[in-house]
């Protein structure tokens, strides 16, 4: 994301991912290479072409979603935290670089930053029928991160009314607090 100041949201610590060999066959081929956003483009920007990836990145998220679909909601968002974190590293882009890579990408590579991670979850979640959006979150300066929200209901003993996905932190359904935010839907078919 443009302007990002890298310093306000990073795991806390390099993991030790392990290599998920036996997922391979659940995504199809990595084409390419990753994408680079143009140049001088705002945070809105990006997460609109974010959501554009989303739409046409579907096949690469179509069959390990059924294997992470859980038995409700929140076991469903917690095997997808929980892939991401077990399986990719978080790694910054180079300096002056945004990257965004699609699922398949991700996966073969093995490594990313919140916006990629984002880009595989919002691709699984759209391919499950799981209504949700993209926070983009500020800190101290500046638009900083992006991570996934799941809307819940009350019923469900939730005390937010949402799930988190942030597979950069190492928690789940956890949300580091912000000086602002804003959202965007991502338009489920």
Known sequence: MPEIDTEAIRASHQRKIKPGLEYNKY?????G?????????????????MGEIVKVTLNDTRKIAEILKGDNLHETCSNI?????????????APGREQLRRPARLFADRK?????FSLFISSTLTNLNIPHF??????NAGWQHVYVIVPTSKQDGNKQNYITIDAVLDQYNYEKPFTDKFDYNIEIH
């Open 81 to 93: 935290w929980n892939f991401i974190y077990t399986y990719i590293q978080y790694e910054l882009d």
């Open 134 to 139: 993209l926070r983009v979150t500020k800190y």
């Open 33 to 49: 290479i990753t994408g680079i956003l143009k140049r001088n483009g705002s945070v809105r920007d990006t997460v609109q072409l």
């Open 27 to 31: 995504f199809p081929a990595a084409e």
């Open 112 to 116: 990313g930053d919140c916006d990629c």
